[in-house]
């Protein structure tokens, strides 16, 4: 291995001394975007993990090293009440935007055959994207309130006859937020996978007679699988990270792990956030650790 | 099969999904027009009035109702926006240029740049602070809080571009080389046309990601507000109707943008066009 690596090597340096300059080009390209990512990126998270050692007093922190932030997160209600909040919500919105969103991205990736309508209809599904992202969350409220649309529009049908309360500052209403939010990155990637299954397999499989949930089960669904995942990869990493939806929908009732980081900066805890976030970038690596076993994101592209 | 049926339920469905993303926001925009100052956000309309839309621009008599500090914000927040967008395009642009060469370590250089559009914002935001915060420098939004954006949205002109690549024909740039252009030449004249609609989409992403980004932005801008910032400040206080005003101007803002992205595209793309066909002939 390394013999024929040298082999190679000194092979290119005689045959053309041109392209010996090549590799130190490549490292030209890279070194900014490196650079910047170290620097920017990966020194700010390590500083986090540092800091989490950090001993926390009422008002400034000190570098001295100590476990105490860490025992004091893990013996809290709060916080490990946050930790599995998060990760409830997280599963729910993962399944719920799953759910929401398969079926569209199937009528778009494969039932909508005119290329230009089924751009169309993605695009349609983008648009609100160009809305503030807290704008967004934000327009819920007028949504799901005691006097809202919703709850408006069933009162005047006669569906009920008096508004429901649970829609708007509950888990509820979080999870209704998130699903609305985050379910267009799910329906991307699967349309795009959909929309690359080659119809001559589909059309085979009707006529050898396969009726369309058969087709479903062993074609369409295990083909569009590296779309779930990636849209997976994108929900989770935008769900696991959020404290804003849940600070605006739920009225203080629903605590993330976001949310604790965001409460103790505020109050200058910074060795405990710290310790938060360690514990959300764990918990977030796991989770994309896991997903990119399935799927190789590079080959994707 | 019935799949007639199935296609009928599906397209029901997706009407009905559409309705979903759409419905929240059309409900703000029905009730910025509630009146003011007394309307509240929610129905039913009282009177309809455009007295939100004068309110956001101080054109209404004072009322117990604070402005939305959006003047300085949006002004902030487009300059952070255009720095990220220059930037990040640039470093995306020169990282997968690298990438089209294969190169040891690829794959680690690959994941630390993507990471940076895997980690959520509050938890670079809050290391950023701490190293601010350690090494005694002042947060401000076009510092710290520009470093954390572009760290954000480089990842994704990296990918961008990286797309482009890949369905680009090297044999152009080559046939420049064997002519003996200089490969900063054949880049400026022959690649970077050719790669141009990749680029804009890439500031489009970089511009649009960066003027709504604010999880990264809380806690690294320090004091100045951009405008998400301003916006997430009315989350604590009584919401009023301004801020669904508000929402409705900043979309169309986003849908001008939109439309110039798209004319803009359109000239590119007729000019690769005409490229092409100059080519041949």
Redesign the interface.
């Known amino acids: 291995m390394t013999m024929a690596a040298t082999s190679h090597d000194t092979s290119v340096g005689t045959a053309a001394p041109s392209t010996r300059k090549q590799p130190d080009r490549t490292a030209l390209l890279l070194a900014p975007g490196v650079l910047w990512m170290l620097l920017f990126l990966v020194a700010p998270i390590l500083m986090m993990v540092y800091v989490s050692f950090w001993t926390q007093t009422t008002f400034k922190i000190e570098p001295t090293l100590t476990l105490k932030s860490w025992v004091t997160f893990f013996t809290s209600d709060t916080y490990l009440g946050a930790l599995w909040t998060t990760i409830r919500i997280w599963l729910i919105v993962l399944v719920s935007t799953l759910l929401v969103g398969y079926p569209a991205a199937l009528f778009v990736g494969l039932f909508v055959k005119n290329k230009t309508l089924s751009t169309a209809l993605l695009v349609l599904c983008v648009i609100p994207f160009w809305t503030s992202f807290l704008i967004r969350v934000l327009a819920w409220r007028p949504m799901l309130g005691k006097e809202g649309a919703i709850n408006m529009i069933l009162m005047k049908i006669g569906v009920i006859t008096q508004p429901i309360e649970v829609l708007l500052f509950s888990e509820l209403s979080v999870i209704i937020g998130m699903t609305q939010i985050y379910c267009v990155f799910m329906v991307g990637p699967i349309a795009f996978m959909l929309g690359r299954i080659d119809p001559s397999v589909i059309e085979a499989a009707q006529d050898l007679g396969a009726g369309f949930w058969r087709i479903f089960r062993t074609i369409i669904l295990p083909l569009s699988m590296p779309g779930v995942v990636v849209g997976a990869i994108f929900v989770s990493v935008m769900v696991l990270g959020e404290f804003a939806t849940s600070a605006a929908l739920s009225g203080r009732k629903v605590n993330l792990l976001g949310n604790i980081i965001v409460t103790q900066v505020g109050s200058l805890k910074w060795a405990f956030a710290a310790v938060a976030g360690v514990v959300l970038t764990i918990l977030m690596g796991a989770v994309v650790a896991a997903l990119l076993r399935v799927v190789d994101l590079r080959k994707e592209l | ?3 007639s049926g ?2 009928l339920g ?2 029901f ?2 009407a009905l ?2 309705v ?6 059309a ?2 925009a029905i ?1 910025s027009f509630q009146t003011g100052p007394e309307g509240g ?4 309309i009282i009177e309809w009035s455009t007295y939100w839309y004068k309110h956001l621009f101080g054109l209404t008599p004072p009322s117990r109702i604070a402005p939305l500090p959006i003047e300085q914000a949006l002004v902030r927040s487009l300059v952070l926006a255009v720095m990220t967008m220059i930037v990040s395009t ?3 642009v ?2 997968a ?2 990438f089209r ?1 294969k ?1 040891r370590g690829s ?1 680690v ?2 994941y ?13 935001g ?6 601010a ?2 090494l005694g420098i002042d947060r401000h939004w076009w510092g710290t809080a520009f ?2 954006h ?2 954000y949205t ?1 990842p994704f002109a ?2 961008v571009m ?2 482009i690549f ?1 369905r680009f024909d090297p044999s152009v740039e080559e046939a420049a080389w064997s002519l003996g252009v200089t490969p900063a030449r054949t880049f400026r004249k022959i690649t970077f046309p050719l790669i141009f609609p990749g680029v804009l989409s890439a500031m489009l992403f970089a511009f ?1 990601l960066s003027y ?1 980004e ?2 990264r932005t ?2 690294a801008s320090g004091r100045d507000l951009t ?2 910032l301003a ?2 400040g ?3 206080v009584e ?1 009023h109707p301004n ?2 005003a ?2 409705v101007l ?2 169309l803002f ?2 001008a ?2 439309g110039t992205y798209a004319v803009l595209m359109g000239l590119s793309v007729r000019r690769a066009k005409r490229m092409a066909i100059q080519e041949e002939a």
């Not at chain 2, 979903?20 to 926001?25: A, D, E, M, R, S």
């Not at chain 2, 956000?41 to 039913?44: I, M, N």
Request: proline share 5%; hydrophobic share 65%.
């Open positions: 099969m019935n799949a199935i296609k599906l397209g469905y997706t999904f559409i979903f993303l759409y419905g929240p926001l409900v703000l009730l956000p929610q129905f039913p640039v470093l995306g020169t990282a240029q690298a060469r190169f794959g250089v690959f630390l740049i993507v990471l940076g559009m895997m980690v959520p914002g509050v938890l670079v809050l290391g950023m602070a701490l190293v915060n350690t470093v954390l572009v760290v480089f990296f990918l990286l797309a890949n649009t709504d604010f999880s809380l806690f405008l998400p916006i997430y009315t989350f604590s919401v801020v669904f508000f929402g900043t979309t986003s849908f943008l939109l």
